[in-house]
C-alpha cells in the first residue's frame, strides 16, 4: 500500500491568493483527518470526515478554510484568500474502523505551506 | 471530554539507557491509547495502541506502553535508547464510550538520544 498520499509537498504562494491543498486515504479507511502543526500552536485538528461526510469542523480557522471530500479516495483543503500566518505543515490522515470507532491513524507526509 | 498530558518537553537519555516519555489521559469513559513518532520533515507514525486486554503493549522500534488505569498513564518505553530513537513523540487518547472518531493529541515530547 503506498499509505496516504498528499500533494504538493511544498507549496509557496504570495498572501491573497488561493492555495488547494490534495489528499488521497488509505484504501478501505473511512475517516479522514486534517490537520495544521506550527512551533507555536503543536499539531492542530482542523477537521474529519466519515464515509465522505463532515463529522466535525470546529478546528477550521475561519470562513477562508474549506475542506470537501467528494469520494472515498480524495479529499482537498482550500484556503481563500491565503494570509502568511496559514503557514504551516498541513497533515491528512486516515484511519481504519470497526463498528464505527477509529482506531490509529495514518499520516501522509504532509504539505509545507509558505505564505509570503 | 477527552484529553491527554504530556508533562515533559523534553527529555535526554545517554544511548544504551533505558528511556521513558510520560503520558497522562483523561477520559468519561474507557481509553484508547495511541503512541506516534514524528522525525524531522515527516508525517507521524503510528508506534502502538492499547484498546483492552493485556496492560503491556508491544509495538514498533522495540517500543512498549504500559497501561495503567488507577493512574490514568500510558507511559511509552523502551530498554535501550538507539540514537536512531531521537524525535518528536506524540500520546493521543480517544474515549470509546464517546462513539467519536477523533482522538486528542498530546502537545509532544522531543527525545534525544546521545550518543
Known amino acids: 500500500d503506498a499509505g496516504v498520499i498528499q500533494s504538493p509537498r511544498h507549496e509557496v504562494t504570495e498572501m491573497g491568493q488561493e492555495v488547494t491543498l490534495r489528499c488521497k486515504p488509505i484504501s478501505g479507511h473511512d475517516y479522514l483527518f486534517w490537520y495544521r502543526q506550527t512551533m507555536m500552536r503543536g499539531l492542530e485538528l482542523l477537521i474529519y470526515?466519515?464515509?465522505?461526510?463532515?463529522?466535525?469542523d470546529s478546528g477550521m480557522p475561519e470562513d477562508r478554510f474549506s475542506a470537501k471530500m467528494p469520494n472515498a479516495s480524495f479529499s482537498t483543503l482550500k484556503i481563500q484568500p491565503s494570509e502568511p500566518r496559514d503557514s504551516a505543515v498541513y497533515f491528512c490522515?486516515?484511519?481504519?474502523?470497526?463498528?464505527?470507532?477509529?482506531?490509529?491513524?495514518?499520516f501522509g507526509p504532509g504539505t509545507r505551506l509558505t505564505v509570503t | 471530554a477527552q484529553s491527554v498530558a504530556q508533562p515533559e518537553d523534553q527529555v535526554n537519555v545517554a544511548e544504551g539507557n533505558p528511556l521513558t516519555v510520560k503520558c497522562t489521559y483523561s477520559?468519561?469513559?474507557?481509553?484508547?491509547l495511541f503512541w506516534y513518532v514524528q522525525y524531522p520533515n515527516r508525517g507521524l507514525q503510528f508506534l502502538l495502541k492499547y484498546i483492552t486486554g493485556d496492560n503491556l503493549v508491544k509495538g514498533s522500534y522495540g517500543f512498549e506502553a504500559e497501561f495503567n488505569k488507577s493512574q490514568t498513564s500510558f507511559h511509552l518505553k523502551k530498554p535501550s535508547a538507539l540514537v536512531s530513537d531521537s524525535a518528536l513523540y506524540f500520546c493521543a487518547v480517544r474515549d470509546h464510550n464517546t462513539n467519536a472518531g477523533k482522538s486528542t493529541f498530546g502537545d509532544g515530547t522531543t527525545l534525544t538520544v546521545k550518543p
Open positions: 490522515a486516515s484511519s481504519p474502523s470497526s463498528q464505527g470507532n477509529s482506531y490509529e491513524q495514518y
Open positions: 477520559v468519561s469513559g474507557n481509553p484508547y
Open positions: 470526515f466519515n464515509n465522505n461526510v463532515p463529522i466535525d
